[in-house]
């Protein structure tokens, strides 16, 4: 007999070795890691909770047209009762009421100028040389006389033409009057 008794009890012997070896590995060795616990400077983090927002209606996308879970018939019959128009009631409207708006009155401001007896500018002529004569027609005068510039009639004398559309005329008294070429006066 060649030791055939202590063969199998040292083989098991080393079988439960080997088992306690594993267990203590596991146990002790392929622990799962554990992180810290987060925080800064020491204190932890709080948690955090997050809420979904509401979710509307969706009016423009109808979710059985392609949901494959509904079967195909059913699908077509409710597209065909959702296409059917529906009965819309039509409340009568009352009648505007209409009222009338009064147009505002029309408030020009004074005009400016030398008065009631103030020339009347109807237009301008330039000669060749580059001098420039005006049109006017005078209080009391029933015919339009030419006027060089300097040159006096009644208490107005013409003086120049300014911004090319602007005469300027002063009374007897030095005053100076603008006045528009061809405008009411």
Known sequence: MRGGVWEPVVALLAGAVLVGVGAWWWLTVLEPPRAPVPGHRG????PLSATMPPIGQFTAFYINDDNPF???????AE?????QPAAVVVKARPPAK??????????LP???GGGGDAPKVVGFTRRPDGSVDVLVNLPGENRPRLMKPGE???RWTF???????VVLFADETGRQYRLVIGGRQ
Do not use: H
């Open 79 to 83: 597209k065909k009762r959702l296409q």
């Open 110 to 112: 004074p005009k400016s």
């Open 159 to 165: 003086s120049a033409i300014e911004d090319g559309n």
């Open 152 to 154: 006096k009639a009644g």
């Open 43 to 46: 204190s932890a983090f709080q």
């Open 98 to 107: 209409i009222e009338p708006i009064t147009p505002p009155v029309l408030k």
């Open 70 to 76: 509904v079967p195909w018939r059913e699908r077509e």
